[in-house]
């Protein structure tokens, strides 16, 4: 079987091979523990999910929904952002509803980006930003994130000709995989740099809502001008412990969103109303599980960042999202040889830095979706090999 060059070109998806690892280890009797994939491991809210049955029971919610989304829905994500981020918007043309962030970050280089083109991709990074590049046949170019410019792409670094020759910029803040936050000067030079070379600017914000210790993050739409080049991302998935349901949104430019209106038109059917009322409940009922939620996550943030830094690593307490990011020991070459010693020695399972873009190397990303009790143990098991 020929493969199309598009799908040659895809690395391979690391969370797979992973997840080919643990299956081996449990066969073989070990007691994983696993800290790799950024799903939580908490329930969907009651009120959510009686939403569901609610709206299942309505043969109207049994048909084709309509590509943009519900109006009721998107008249929800406009008052949330007012509410949230006292950001307008228009819900006729400024809001499209997506099965999940995902599908809306792996469509809009097919509305935008030609063969040829390039689209500016932090590195490390959420994966589909440059897979979704690469299927649209453009050229995916790495803005490394380093520590010491805080995991920020440092704009200037960009040449005139890749600037020229760019389509979209990829930004993500809070920042999976390094949990790092932005502040407003950021933004705003994000900004400056997408009018001057005409880039449109995708920002992907799925941890807004996600964050620890009294910060609050912004959305990139509070920002002047950020609707005249851009659009944002958002997810119910990790605020809502909803990743399953496939439903996310996405705000801003009207013009930016007519063209991934088009693909999806062309591509999907929508995501199925009853999902989307679900929806409805959850930006619009009691927040209550999103502070208990962030309890619970700030509890665990504090017992693992806190014991890896007892046991000699060099942790810092992030501000957002749930994941740990951390340089790997100095005795190891590669990040994916201490996920795999971790994996063999502690039965505990961590992402290799690598796996996100090769200016991850030498870290190691800890996500904390397990139970303390897990946590305690799996802090157990690395002081015991590490003795
Ligand atoms: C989880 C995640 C998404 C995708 O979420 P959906 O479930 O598709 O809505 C997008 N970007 C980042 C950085 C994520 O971590």
Known sequence: MQYSGRIKKIPPYLFAEIDRAIEKKRREGVDVISLGIGDPDLPTPNNVIEALYRAARNPENHHYPSYAGMLEFRETVVKWYK????????????????????????????????????????NPAYPVYKAGTILADGIPRSMPLLEENGFKPELSKISAEDAKKARLIFINYPNAPTAATAEKEFFKEVIDFAKDNDIIVCHDNPYSEMTFDGYKAPSFLEF???????????????????????????????????????????????????????????????????????????????????????????????????????????????????????????????????????????????AITQKKERLEEALERIRRWRL
């Open 83 to 122: 509410r949230r981020f006292n950001v307008s918007l228009d819900p006729e043309d400024e809001v499209v509803t997506l099965i999940g962030s995902k599908e809306g970050i792996a469509h809009i280089p097919l509305a935008f980006t030609n063969p040829g083109d390039i689209n500016l991709i932090p």
């Open 224 to 366: 002047r001008g950020a609707k005249d080049v851009g659009i944002e991302f958002h997810s119910l998935s990790k605020t809502y412990n909803m990743t399953g349901w496939r439903i996310g949104f996405v705000s801003g430019n009207a013009e930016v969103l007519a063209g991934l209106g088009k693909i999806k038109e062309n591509i999907d059917s929508g995501a199925f109303q009853a999902v989307q009322f679900a929806g409805i409940d959850a930006l619009e009922g009691p927040q209550d599980s999103v502070v208990r939620n962030m309890r619970i996550l700030q509890e665990r943030r504090d017992i693992m960042v806190d014991g890896l830094n007892d046991i000699g690593f060099q942790v810092s307490k992030p501000k957002a999202t749930f994941y740990l990011w951390f340089r790997i020991p100095e005795r190891y070459k590669s990040s994916i040889e201490f996920s795999e010693d971790l994996l063999n020695k502690a039965g505990i399972v961590m992402t290799p830095g690598v796996g996100f873009g090769e200016h991850g190397e030498g870290y190691v990303r800890c």
